[in-house]
């Protein structure tokens, strides 16, 4: 496989773990258009790191991830009283306030004879840990699948546990679900918390990939996204989420590309048609039951 | 075991329920009953603890649990069903029974470790039984929205069971039952009893809550017009008005 193909798999990987950072929230019901905001967290925050302290790439990672996992759970206490479009309207808030922040925020040191670091809204450009580290762009791409691997699985593990329930109550009927003796504050919360967490990840790979990021790349476009996969692949388990990242990355940007702008169309249309005919995505409870019948895998209560 | 004083709710200027005194002794089966919107659903929602009252005080087993939310009134030991059936629909019945089961063994131990030191494989164990006395073992992977009202309705009252409450708030549980259903119903309220579960009954179904109940309150407007044996409240002349609709105001019943 050629560069190009190579660049495709890590921005698949990347992609797959921002719409499993909405993923989780989106299973307690909550939709957050926050997402791109705490993976501009993490993408400056490891950046940072990786350039100014000179750590390695995965403290860094870890670090950034913790760092939107913070300002997350901060944000999932207001958001505990509103819900619906007012939800939606306050994290596109949120999303837009970090992002103004980064496009305020001046933070440059001397690194022998040149300057590195955030520069407003220049952006913050020689985020170089992979290529001065020697990793070609095949092995970034494994290195990403490697985290978005860790990630699948653990959600997938959690989504077959009391944890993966219990998210799934509330999002079902946050009446019922307090009424089992589930602590929405606690649920929420830690969804958020969650969510935060693992958008700052891709958000500290995405800067290292590219190693040049800016203020524009953490718009409502990639919040659109983020919320886009778990809706299109539904919420049954996370192979929707990953397959919707695949669809939308390759075959409705890459594949059309020659349509230019009317891949946007086609996404828009895309998610509208989605909501509309199929509210539970393409993957819904539903239809893996019918999908595991059918290819007569077991069944669900195994767990 | 549950004792309700000077309870009050009023939404704007309407009195949903006013001044409501009753008290429910351990081991008995309670009705509440009354013309629609005569304040019994309102009555359930705030001791479970989805209103908060706006006079009044409800007392569970010596505990003030007036202002308690809905998760830490469950865990004081009232579980709850919805007059409109609240089910998690695209989980399966299995699964619904195992998220209120897991939540009640998690508070009891005080330990969240728990499960992961054998109390995964009670809980489970716990699930078929509650499974089976619902009548809905052989439905177990089924999704709950996929049911028919029948057992949607058994299932709810088997996922309030799971949590393993002292106190149970039925709310209209035989709404939309054939006679047979209703029987059924009966007999578990019975052998619910039996084993020690006190239950409050809201119901508009005379042939169960009339069968059932060992003493009833009937509302009206909000207010407690009697109180007593069935038998009692039957001969009850302002009950006789409340459900003849004899009441000014225009109730339905």
Redesign the interface.
């Known amino acids: 496989m050629d560069d190009f193909t190579w660049g495709m798999v890590q921005i698949v990987g990347v992609h797959t773990i921002l719409g499993l950072s909405a993923y989780v929230i989106l299973l307690t019901g909550q939709v957050s258009m926050a997402q791109a905001g705490f993976v501009a967290i993490g993408a400056y925050v490891a950046g940072m790191l990786t350039v100014l302290a000179e750590w390695h790439i995965i403290p860094a990672m870890v670090t950034g991830g913790l760092a939107a996992s913070v300002l997350a759970c901060i944000v999932g206490f207001p958001a505990l009283r509103i819900r619906g479009l007012m939800l939606v309207v306050a994290t596109i808030a949120f999303g837009e306030f970090v992002r103004l922040f980064w496009f305020n925020f001046d933070y440059r040191i001397a690194k022998g004879d040149i300057v590195v670091g955030p520069e407003g809204g220049e952006g913050f450009k020689q985020i170089r840990f992979f290529p001065e580290n020697g990793w070609t762009t095949q092995d970034v791409a494994v290195f990403v699948w490697v985290v978005a691997a860790i990630i699948l699985a653990t959600l997938w593990w959690m989504d077959r546990s009391?944890a993966g329930?219990?998210l799934?109550?509330v999002g079902?009927?946050e009446?019922?679900?307090?009424?089992?003796?589930?602590?929405?504050t606690v649920v929420k919360v830690a969804a958020f918390t969650a969510g935060g967490f693992i958008a700052g990840i891709a958000g500290a790979i995405y800067a290292h990939y590219t190693t040049h990021i800016e203020h524009l790349n953490f718009d409502i476009l990639m919040a659109t996204f983020a919320i886009a996969y778990p809706i299109l692949g539904g919420l049954a388990n996370v192979w929707g989420t990953l397959f919707a990242a695949f669809f939308i990355q390759v075959i409705v940007i890459e594949v059309l590309r020659d349509l230019g702008d009317v891949r946007n169309l086609m996404f828009g249309a895309l998610i509208i048609l989605v909501m509309n005919f199929l509210p539970?995505g393409l993957f819904?409870?539903?239809v893996v039951?019918k999908l595991k019948e059918w290819m007569g895998i077991g069944?669900?209560?195994d767990a | 075991m549950l004792e309700v004083a000077r309870l009050s709710k009023h939404f704007g200027g309407v009195r949903a329920v006013d001044e409501l005194d009753f008290r429910v002794e351990a081991g008995e089966i309670f009705g509440l009953i009354g013309p629609n919107g005569s304040g019994k659903s309102t009555t359930v929602n705030m001791i479970?603890?989805?209103f908060a009252p706006t006079a009044g005080e409800i007392i569970f087993d010596g505990v003030d649990i007036t202002e308690a939310?809905?998760?830490i009134t469950?865990?004081a030991g009232i579980?709850?069903t919805?007059q409109n059936i609240?089910?998690?629909?695209?989980?399966?019945v299995?699964?619904n029974l195992?998220?209120?089961q897991?939540?009640?063994k998690q508070?009891r131990t005080g330990n969240p470790m728990a499960?992961w030191m054998g109390g995964s494989r009670r809980a489970a164990a716990a699930v078929e039984e509650f499974l089976e006395f619902s009548n809905l073992a052989h439905k177990?992977?089924e999704?709950a929205g996929n049911l028919a009202f029948g057992e949607q309705r058994r299932l709810e009252v088997a996922?309030?069971l799971?949590?393993e409450p002292k106190f149970l708030l039925l709310d209209e549980p035989a709404a939309g039952m054939n006679l047979e259903e209703v029987k059924e119903l009966d007999e578990r309220l019975r052998v619910l009893r039996d084993r020690g579960v006190t239950i409050l009954l809201v119901e508009h179904v005379m042939e169960l809550v009339m069968e059932v109940t060992d003493r009833i309150a009937v509302l009206n407007f909000g207010r407690k017009i009697a109180e007593g044996t069935p038998s009692e409240v039957q001969q009850n002349q302002a009950v006789m008005d409340a459900y003849l609709g004899a009441g000014e105001g225009g109730s339905d019943a």
């Open positions: 009391r329930k219990v799934r109550a079902e009927d009446m019922a679900a307090q009424s089992v003796g589930i602590n929405l539970h819904s409870a539903k039951r069944k669900m209560s | 479970a603890g989805i939310p809905p998760h469950l865990h579980a709850r919805f609240r089910l998690f629909n695209n989980m399966t299995w699964e195992w998220v209120a897991n939540s009640a508070k499960r177990r992977d999704l996922r309030s799971a949590a």
